[in-house]
C-alpha cells in the first residue's frame, strides 16, 4: 500500500470496487452468453512469445461416412483436424488529472470515483470489441472473403432497405442456416433502434440498482434475442442515405479474457505543478477472440490500436496451416453476422 497525499491509496481495493460495478454492456453480453470468459488464457500468455500473443488449438468435430456393418466390410478410420487460433491482447490505459485549486473553489472533489471509472472501461472494451467486428468483417481474401459475404446481410439495394420485422430472421438464417437458432443478441445503432422501436418490435429492460432504484437500460428484446443499442456502431453515411451496420451474436461468438495490468490503478501528485495537482492512473489488458477467427501474429503490433482492428488484413479464419490441404474452421460454426440497412 502506498502512501499519497497524506491518506493510503489502495489500488486493489479500489480495483475491486471498480469490478464489482455493473458493466451494463459487458453484463448483457455474458448473460446473453455471446461472449464467454475464458481466464485460463491469461496464464498462458508469460510462456508464449512477447507475452502479447497467444496460439490455442481448436479440436474440429469428428466427421466421416458411416461404414456398412455387415460382418465382411473393413471399418475405414478418419483423423480430426486442428485448427490454429491466434489471440491478440488489447492494452489500454488512461489517466485523469485535477487540481487542487478546482476543489479549493468549489469544494467539490473531481477524482474520478469507482463507478465513473467503470462506465468509461465499458465504453473502451464496447469500441475495441466493435472495432474488432469491423475488422473481421473487412476480411477480403480467401476464406475470409467467404466468411463476410455468407455472414453479411444487406438490405441496403431492396425496396425494404430499413430494418423490419423479417430482417433479423433472415440474416440469422444466412449466416447459420438451421442453427440460426443459436443467435443470442444484436447490438445497433440509435437510428436502427428507433426505427423498430416505432414498429412496436422492441420491449426494453429494466436495471435495478443497489438502492432499488429501476431504470431503463440501453438493452431490449427483439424476436426474443437481446438488443444493445451503441452509436459506435458503423453509420457510413452516402448521398442522401446512410448504411448502418448491426451486428449479431450466437452464444460463444465471442471468447474474452481478463490479462491484467502489473499495476491496474495508481496515483501520483506534484505538489508544485499548478499549485499542487492529482493524478489517477488506469491501466488494462484484455482479449475479444471472435471464435473461428485468428489474429494474424505481427511481432511489430504490441499492442492492437482501434485502426489496427480495423483492418482485415490483420485476420483470418482459423486454418490446420497444412501445406497445400489447408482445413478451415467452419462458417457456419461461427455465430457471427452482419445486416447492413438504409435506418
Not at 5 to 31: C, M, S
Not at 48 to 61: E, L, Y
Not at 319 to 334: H, M
Request: aromatic share 8%; net charge negative.
Amino acid at each position: 500500500m502506498s502512501l499519497f497525499d497524506q491518506k493510503n491509496f489502495n489500488g486493489e481495493v479500489f480495483g475491486a470496487y471498480v469490478d464489482t460495478v455493473p458493466n451494463l454492456n459487458r453484463t448483457e453480453l455474458l448473460k446473453s452468453r455471446a461472449i464467454v470468459q475464458k481466464q485460463q488464457y491469461a496464464a498462458m500468455l508469460p510462456d508464449q512469445t512477447g507475452g502479447n500473443f497467444i496460439t490455442v488449438p481448436i479440436k474440429a468435430r469428428i466427421s466421416g461416412d458411416a461404414d456398412n456393418y455387415d460382418g465382411s466390410t473393413n471399418i475405414k478410420t478418419d483423423s480430426r483436424a486442428t485448427y490454429t487460433h491466434g489471440r491478440i491482447v488489447i492494452g489500454r490505459a488512461h489517466g485523469w488529472t485535477e487540481r487542487d485549486f478546482s476543489a479549493d473553489v468549489t469544494g467539490e472533489d473531481f477524482m474520478p470515483a469507482a463507478t465513473e471509472v467503470a462506465e468509461y472501461w465499458d465504453d473502451v472494451d464496447m469500441a475495441d470489441l466493435l472495432a474488432t467486428l469491423e475488422g473481421i468483417f473487412a476480411m477480403s481474401s480467401g476464406e475470409g472473403a467467404n466468411f463476410v459475404s455468407a455472414h453479411t446481410h444487406d438490405v441496403t439495394a431492396g425496396e425494404k432497405n430499413v430494418f423490419d420485422a423479417t430482417t433479423l430472421n433472415n440474416a440469422m438464417q444466412k449466416a447459420l442456416g438451421d442453427n440460426k437458432a443459436k443467435f443470442a443478441l444484436a447490438v445497433m445503432h440509435s437510428q436502427v433502434a428507433t426505427n423498430i422501436e416505432n414498429l412496436k418490435l422492441t420491449d426494453y429492460l429494466k436495471y435495478t440498482d443497489k438502492e432499488g432504484v429501476q431504470r431503463t437500460i440501453s438493452a431490449g428484446t427483439l424476436n426474443g434475442r437481446t438488443v444493445l443499442v451503441t452509436d459506435l456502431c458503423p453509420a457510413v453515411a452516402g448521398e442522401g442515405s446512410t448504411t448502418y451496420t448491426t451486428y449479431i451474436f450466437g452464444e460463444g461468438a465471442i471468447e474474452y479474457t481478463n490479462v491484467g495490468a502489473k499495476v491496474p490503478y495508481e496515483m501520483d501528485r506534484d505538489p508544485a505543478k499548478n499549485g499542487g495537482e492529482t493524478t489517477m492512473y488506469s491501466r488494462q489488458r484484455k482479449i475479444f477472440s471472435p471464435v473461428g477467427i485468428s489474429w494474424k501474429n505481427s511481432a511489430a503490433i504490441i499492442s492492437p490500436t482501434k485502426e489496427q482492428l480495423k483492418s482485415g488484413a490483420n485476420w483470418a479464419i482459423a486454418s490446420s496451416n497444412a501445406s497445400g490441404d489447408a482445413k478451415y474452421f467452419p462458417l457456419k460454426a461461427i455465430p457471427i453476422g452482419r445486416i447492413l440497412s438504409l435506418g
